[in-house]
């Protein structure tokens, strides 16, 4: 590429997850995670959204399931508070890693959702 040309910007990126049943998909995105149901979505194919985080939920295609998702969040120990009140069964409470504070869940499918804020700094 010269330099007199721009370069394409790239404006999101989306999973698309393989989902067996859309309404517990629905129950666990929308009922248990506050995410958003897109209005044009139907029972084969939707997608969900909180904030600048969005996800696509394909029934029975478009994949083998049982994907990693990474989520940005803002504070995950606030998150984290939150859905345990909401009764979300959480894979892995927030972790610090040297890339962020980091806690997972899992969808009823096996996908697993990474969800992480900024790594807290080393004790020592």
């Known amino acids: 590429m010269s330099d007199n040309q721009s370069r394409v910007r790239f ?19 929308v009922d248990a995670l506050g995410f958003e149901n ?7 194919f939707t997608h ?7 996800i ?12 990693w998702v990474w989520i940005g ?3 995950v120990e606030r998150l984290h508070h939150e859905y ?10 927030p972790t610090t890693y040297p890339w962020a504070l980091e806690m ?6 096996g996908n697993v959702l ?8 080393a004790l020592g």
């Open 11 to 29: 404006e999101c990126c989306e999973p698309v997850l393989r989902v067996e049943d859309m309404q517990a998909s629905l129950r666990f995105y």
């Open 48 to 54: 969900v959204s909180r904030d600048g985080a969005g």
């Open 56 to 67: 696509y939920l394909c029934r029975g295609g478009q994949g083998q399931g049982r994907a």
């Open 114 to 121: 990474r969800l992480g804020s900024e790594p807290k700094p």
């Open 104 to 109: 997972q869940m899992e969808d009823p499918d």
């Open 84 to 93: 345990k009140a909401r009764g979300v069964a959480i894979r892995l409470p």
């Open 38 to 44: 897109a209005s044009w979505g139907s029972d084969d």
């Open 73 to 75: 969040v803002e504070d």
